[in-house]
């Protein structure tokens, strides 16, 4: 069967499961210029740095022994400032919950197309959206292996009501979630000597907006010559990722892509880039992308941000901006950044470059 780029495909899913649809190749419009086939950096073999990305043990930041305390807190922003992805244990979010939202999450993948269709995506800003490849626009011009639901999750939570218990499940998933994101927000303003409010604060965190991402890459026939996400930097200020048992991010790093294997249990936390900004780029998000395997994979995102009417810069503080280290970024409302970044191409960190100040204009 000759499927034409112009088909209607509601998600990678679906065309995976097409009778006609031979089992051994991708369609040609699925094969990516940079995917790992193609990337010269791609080496699986360099797996002893992917041994070395840092573990936060949660529990010790609220340690009531000081020196336990600072040493947490130091290291946690080691972890931000060299490597930008670290792994969370202790976090004290049960892994039953954590396996239920997985499960959860792939039976809402495995619903009928038409229902799932409901809920496909119209607009940037529709709180719950069903897709499939990046944001699939004319701009773009290679499809991605991949299929998503997307959620707005806060300040007002969004969730489709079917499968049975998801709505449920996200609901108490989320909220444990945002606990543990607050605690390592203000841990972060601590190490970088801040009033450890000061984010929660200036960025208006109480109505901070939050999405919900799940990442469906079904079972792919020829996983090296696709991508399932291209390499790109998170917009907000720390994602937390679980996934299935099957890996495929990647992130890079001294010019590297470097396979990521969180270990169980744990929650794979990165920096974004509304963090770089307000820390006028000590703590730099970091470029990440997806691989695909023989084998589904299911990833589940929770991105934290400022509300959305807020106006974010470097932060307010002579530890961050002085006479040396002028402002690098230009004050741009949130809101706007995220229409920027969700109305282009996923390319790298261009959404950044874009109000970084002296960066040439697009
Ligand atoms: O699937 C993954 O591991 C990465 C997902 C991701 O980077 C994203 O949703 O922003
Ligand atoms: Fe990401």
Redesign the pocket.
């Known amino acids: 069967m000759a499927w034409e780029s112009n088909n209607i495909i509601t998600s990678v899913k679906q065309l995976t499961e097409m009778p006609n649809v031979m089992k051994a190749v991708v369609p040609c419009y699925y094969a990516h210029p940079n995917s790992p086939i193609h990337s010269p950096a791609f080496d699986t073999s360099s797996t002893d740095d992917a041994d070395s990305i840092p573990i936060v043990d949660f529990s010790l930041l609220s340690s009531e022994d000081p020196d336990q305390h600072s040493k947490a807190i130091q290291e946690l922003g080691r972890a931000c400032e060299d490597w930008g992805f670290f792994m969370v244990v202790n976090h004290g979010i049960a892994e039953s919950l954590m396996k239920e939202m997985i499960e959860v999450a792939n039976e809402f993948f495995e619903m009928a197309e038409e229902e799932k269709s409901r809920y496909i995506g119209q607009q940037v800003f529709d709180p719950i959206k069903y897709g499939t490849s990046f944001n699939y626009t004319s701009k773009e011009n290679s499809y991605y292996w991949?299929d998503?639901l997307k959620l707005s999750v806060h300040p007002h939570f969004h969730s489709p009501h079917q499968p049975k218990h998801f709505r449920e499940v996200l609901r108490e998933y989320c909220e444990k979630c945002r606990k543990v994101t607050r605690r390592l927000l203000s841990g972060i303003s601590e190490s970088l000597g801040l009033e450890h409010e000061l984010m929660k604060k200036s960025m208006d965190l109480d109505s901070g907006f939050e999405v919900f991402?799940a990442?469906y890459?079904p079972a792919c026939p020829q996983p090296e010559l696709v991508m399932?996400?291209p390499p790109?930097s998170?917009f907000g200020l720390l994602?937390l990722?679980i996934?299935n048992e099957v890996g495929?991010?990647q992130l890079q790093r001294n010019g590297k892509w470097i396979n990521?294997n969180p270990i169980p249990n744990s929650i794979?936390v990165?920096t974004g880039d509304h963090l770089e900004i307000f820390t006028n780029g000590k703590y730099k998000s970091v470029l990440?992308?997806?691989v695909v395997k023989k084998v589904a994979?299911?990833?589940i995102?929770i991105?934290n941000s400022p509300a959305m009417n807020v106006t974010v810069r470097p932060a307010a503080s002579p530890l961050i901006q002085n006479e040396r280290f002028p402002p690098l970024y230009f004050p741009t409302k949130y809101s706007e950044y995220v229409e920027m970044q969700q109305t282009h191409p996923l390319d790298g960190k261009s959404c950044l470059d874009r109000i970084k100040i002296n960066s040439p204009p697009h």
Do not use: K
């Open positions: 991949r998503y991402v990442n890459y399932g996400l790109h998170d994602t990722l996934q495929g991010l990521i794979l990165n990440h992308r997806a994979r299911i990833s995102g991105a």
